[in-house]
């Protein structure tokens, strides 16, 4: 087995500030997700990551940038936080061939 | 573009009644079809998944079936328990590129089984 871990659990930002959050998996998987889950909206993909150093576009990724430094990791950049912005950032990996995708616990995110 | 419809926002079920949950969904490509679960606190975990060669899927007790004449698919309970309160979430898997794979997810149906 193995785990999706993503930091920080909670996130607290003022509004233009940019906020970066990390999330590891050790599954060995090649391709690692970031949604983005607002109450009411369901999960809406931001960026994803096929290989190490890999960087795709998902419906929502205006106003983010992704590294993928190393397989294992990859990290969301919020470039400039929205004031009254609150919404769970789930990471996910998945390996090729398979369908299912592994989502970490998520980090909450509140922009005062 | 693929898209899916999930229409419940809540349920609210007392223990042993039975669940319904229904997902219609729209894809030119022959579509791969999951449930996943969503507990407090946590990230969405994978309960089922069907696929159309086998229309139908069996885990912990719930139960997805496919129907492609009306391009829905629907997880179904006979007899909820407290512990099954959670968010359930269709989704729909398309096959982008290479190794894209993407997920259409539905807005989700938070259940709730009062004891």
């Given at each position: 087995?193995?785990?999706?871990?993503?930091?920080?659990?909670?996130?607290?930002?003022?509004?233009?500030?940019?906020?970066?959050?990390?999330?590891?998996?050790?599954?060995?998987?090649?391709?690692?997700y970031w949604y983005r889950q607002d109450?009411?909206?369901?999960?809406?993909?931001?960026?994803?990551?096929?290989?190490?150093?890999?960087?795709?576009?998902?419906?929502?990724?205006?106003?983010?940038?992704?590294?993928?430094?190393?397989?294992?990791?990859?990290?969301?950049?919020?470039?400039?936080?929205?004031?009254?912005?609150?919404?769970?950032?789930?990471?996910?990996?998945?390996?090729?061939?398979?369908?299912?995708?592994?989502?970490?616990?998520?980090?909450?995110?509140?922009?005062? | 573009?693929?898209?899916?419809?999930?229409?419940?926002?809540?349920?609210t079920l007392s223990e042993d009644d039975?669940?319904?949950?229904?997902?219609?969904?729209?894809?030119?490509?022959?579509?791969?079809?999951?449930?996943?679960?969503?507990?407090?606190?946590?990230?969405?975990?994978?309960?089922?998944?069907?696929?159309?060669?086998?229309?139908?899927?069996?885990?912990?007790?719930?139960?997805?079936?496919?129907?492609?004449?009306?391009?829905?698919?629907?997880?179904?309970?006979?007899?909820?328990?407290?512990?099954?309160?959670?968010?359930?979430?269709?989704?729909?898997?398309?096959?982008?590129?290479?190794?894209?794979?993407?997920?259409?997810?539905?807005?989700?149906?938070?259940?709730?089984?009062?004891?």
């Open positions: 087995g193995g785990i999706i871990t993503q930091t920080p659990k909670f996130l607290i930002g003022q509004e233009g500030q940019k906020l970066t959050l990390k999330c590891q998996q050790n599954f060995n998987h090649d391709t690692m109450s009411g909206k369901g999960l809406r993909l931001i960026y994803y990551s096929i290989t190490e150093n890999d960087l795709q576009k998902g419906d929502l990724s205006e106003g983010y940038d992704a590294s993928r430094e190393k397989k294992s990791s990859f990290s969301l950049t919020v470039t400039s936080a929205q004031k009254n912005e609150m919404a769970v950032f789930l990471c996910a990996s998945r390996t090729g061939g398979q369908d299912t995708q592994y989502f970490g616990p998520g980090t909450r995110l509140l922009v005062l | 573009g693929d898209s899916v419809t999930q229409k419940q926002g809540q349920v039975f669940l319904f949950i229904n997902c219609t969904y729209s894809t030119t490509t022959y579509p791969t079809l999951l449930w996943y679960v969503q507990y407090p606190g946590q990230g969405p975990q994978l309960l089922l998944k069907v696929t159309t060669a086998n229309n139908k899927g069996i885990s912990r007790g719930f139960e997805a079936t496919y129907d492609k004449g009306t391009t829905s698919f629907h997880l179904q309970k006979a007899s909820v328990q407290e512990s099954d309160s959670a968010v359930y979430f269709c989704a729909l898997v398309a096959m982008t590129n290479s190794a894209g794979n993407k997920l259409t997810f539905g807005i989700g149906t938070r259940v709730l089984v009062r004891p």
